[in-house]
Nanobody, 115 residues
Framework: QVQLVESGGGLVQPGGSLRLSCGAS????????LSWYLQAPGKERERVAR???????TYVDSVKGRFTISRDNSKNTVYLQMNSLKPEETARYSC?????????WGQGTQVTVSS
């Protein structure tokens, strides 16, 4: 059974930084691409970053140059370093893997950007 557990969220001032972590189990972690999504109140979930099994990365335009996704296959963990955070990026952030045709999500971690 796939398990994804996010951590690292919290309250941060505009312009601040946070590093999110997502620990995974139940599948061959190093073989799969992983993504980070955000879901703001009243809005649909949006993918912000993806990392392939080989480490290639893609980002939504709005976070390019500020967010960095990375993975440590030895720890079965994917990270999202977020810099220069904006109030509109207040959301619940979740990691995602598509495994055996199913979309699996963690519970998410709340990020609040506010002064």
């Amino acid at each position: 059974q796939v398990q994804l557990v996010e951590s690292g969220g919290g309250l941060v001032q505009p312009g601040g930084s946070l590093r999110l972590s997502c620990g995974a189990s139940g599948f061959a972690f190093s073989d799969y691409p992983l993504s980070w999504y955000l879901q703001a109140p009243g809005k649909e979930r949006e993918r912000v970053a993806r990392i392939s099994s080989r480490g290639s990365t893609t980002y939504v335009d709005s976070v390019k140059g500020r967010f960095t996704i990375s993975r440590d296959n030895s720890k079965n963990t994917v990270y999202l370093q977020m810099n220069s955070l904006k109030p509109e990026e207040t959301a619940r952030y979740s990691c995602h893997v598509r495994w055996k045709g199913n979309d699996d999500w963690g519970q998410g971690t709340q990020v609040t950007v506010s002064s």
